[in-house]
Structure formats: structure tokens, C-alpha cells
């Protein structure tokens, strides 16, 4: 998974695609007023701030960047919430939760059965899991044709073609139903949705340094590497090419293709 710890001051100002995802997932998990919840992958804790206000139970977000659960801290550590820095393959709980949330951070991780493992060891019989992520490889047109253009471009055409993406996507939400299922849930609900944002170029700048700069401009995952100025180079026309699909209005329009799944840890 990407370090987020360098974005993790300005992610919350950034991240209101996936702020907006994240509340339609709080919906889809319904959280009963004392239940035990643990936030996957939960950033600087906005949304396991919003889970707390949901139940009496205890609530802990744990992260792999350590930036992120520092800010975290920072901003919600007083509230009565447990931020513990850890790898979502690895998570140190054993049939302490009754349910897992995970926002906007599935298409990340390296090894998804593990992490699926992981959640499961944590969770209590009939313990849920709610999970949203982008799931196609269209993933945000918007953002895939903007990119495109590296691969075109004189100035970074080259090391573009050394581009190999981090992510998961599994396309359709069956596709998901059946890792999930694989790995020992029973699927209670699984459905795609395509959610679409209407905002000023710089906006949608704003937007795409929330998460998808962080594997298009890193150089780690380029093999090889990249120049020193590949990153602010690519960003810039990124940027121009965003500010090219502005509409009359002005206003850049960004569709974001996600499943949301339910599920339940099987056989008690």
C-alpha cells in the first residue's frame, strides 16, 4: 500500500470524493448503538470520528501509515478512540469487534485475501464487514483520461511507459462477491455505483492528489524509478489536461466507478 503519511495534514481538506463514499458505507453497516467497530485503513479519523458518535461500544482505527495515525491522534485522540499503527494484514485483534469498516483503501492492498484473513480473526461470530472501493480500472474517466496524456506527452512519455499500477480491481461487484466469499464471508449485499462530481479544475487537482497521484506520481511504482522532476512535471499536465475538460460552465466533470459490499463472517 502507498505511504500516505506525507499527504496526511491536507488529505481531509482533499478527500471529499471519498468522504461522501464513506457515509453512504456508514449507512450500509448500520451500526448498532454498542457495538465494537474497527475502522480499516482510517486515515486522519474523520470518518472514525463519525463512527464513534454511533456507538457507545469501543472504537479503534488503525492505519499502515504512520502519518496518518498521527494526525489522527492529533485531531481525534481525546475522543475516546484507539488509533493503532499496523498493516491490514496484520492486525493485531482476535474476536474483539463486531464489525469492520473499510473506506476507500481496498484497491490498495497488496494482498487482499490476507488482509480478508486479517479482518476476519478480528471479528466475532456474525460479525460484519462493510466495504467500499473504486473497482474498475475506469476507475474515474476524468482522472484516466488526464493521465493518458503522460503516456503521450515528449516530456514524460518514456518513463510512463515504465508505469505499473498498485491497484485491485476486480470490475464487477460478483467479482467481489467472490473473493469475499472465498475467504470465508457470506455476502449479504454487494452492488456498483457511479457517483459523479461537478467541480473547478483545480478542485478535481485537489481531488486527484487525495489518492491517485499518490501511484501516478510515485516513483515506486515505476520500474526503474523516475527522474527527479518526473513527479512535478506529470502533475502539471495532469493539471492542463483537467483544466481541458472543463465545460462551459467551467466545471470539470468526475464519475467515479465503486462497489459497495456488505458481508458477514460465516458459520458462527
Not at 105 to 119: E, H, I, K, N, R
Not at 241 to 268: E, M, P
Request: hydrophobic share 45%.
Amino acid at each position: 500500500m502507498a505511504d500516505f503519511s506525507p499527504i496526511a495534514t491536507e488529505y481531509q481538506r482533499r478527500a471529499s470524493v471519498q468522504q461522501a463514499a464513506g457515509e453512504a458505507l456508514l449507512d450500509m453497516l448500520a451500526v448498532a448503538s454498542a457495538e465494537d467497530v474497527l475502522d480499516l485503513a482510517c486515515g486522519p479519523g474523520a470518518l472514525t470520528a463519525r463512527l464513534r458518535n454511533l456507538t457507545t461500544g469501543r472504537v479503534t482505527g488503525c492505519d499502515a501509515a504512520s502519518g496518518m495515525i498521527a494526525e489522527a491522534r492529533r485531531q481525534y485522540g481525546d475522543g475516546g478512540i484507539e488509533f493503532v499503527e499496523c498493516d491490514a494484514a496484520a492486525l493485531p485483534f482476535a474476536g474483539e469487534f463486531d464489525a469492520v469498516y473499510c473506506n476507500s483503501s481496498f484497491q490498495w492492498f497488496a494482498d487482499p485475501t490476507a488482509v480478508l484473513a486479517a479482518c476476519l480473526r478480528a471479528l466475532r461470530p456474525e460479525g460484519r464487514m462493510a466495504m467500499q472501493c473504486p473497482a474498475k480500472a475506469e476507475f474515474c474517466p476524468g482522472f484516466v483520461r488526464a493521465v493518458e496524456e503522460l503516456r503521450q506527452h515528449a516530456e514524460t512519455r518514456d518513463t510512463f511507459a515504465r508505469y505499473q499500477s498498485p491497484w485491485l480491481f476486480l470490475e464487477t461487484a460478483e467479482n467481489y462477491d467472490r473473493l469475499f466469499a472465498g475467504a470465508g464471508f457470506e455476502v449479504l449485499e454487494s452492488h456498483m455505483e457511479t457517483a459523479v462530481s461537478r467541480c473547478p479544475p483545480e478542485q478535481a487537482m485537489e481531488i486527484f492528489h487525495s489518492g491517485s497521484a499518490l501511484a501516478y506520481l510515485n516513483p515506486q511504482c515505476y520500474a526503474g524509478g523516475v527522474p527527479p522532476d518526473y513527479p512535478a512535471r506529470a502533475a502539471a499536465i495532469v493539471a492542463a489536461a483537467l483544466r481541458r475538460q472543463a465545460g462551459t460552465d467551467g466545471l470539470v466533470s468526475l464519475a467515479f466507478n465503486r462497489v459497495y459490499l456488505l458481508a458477514r463472517k460465516r458459520g458462527g
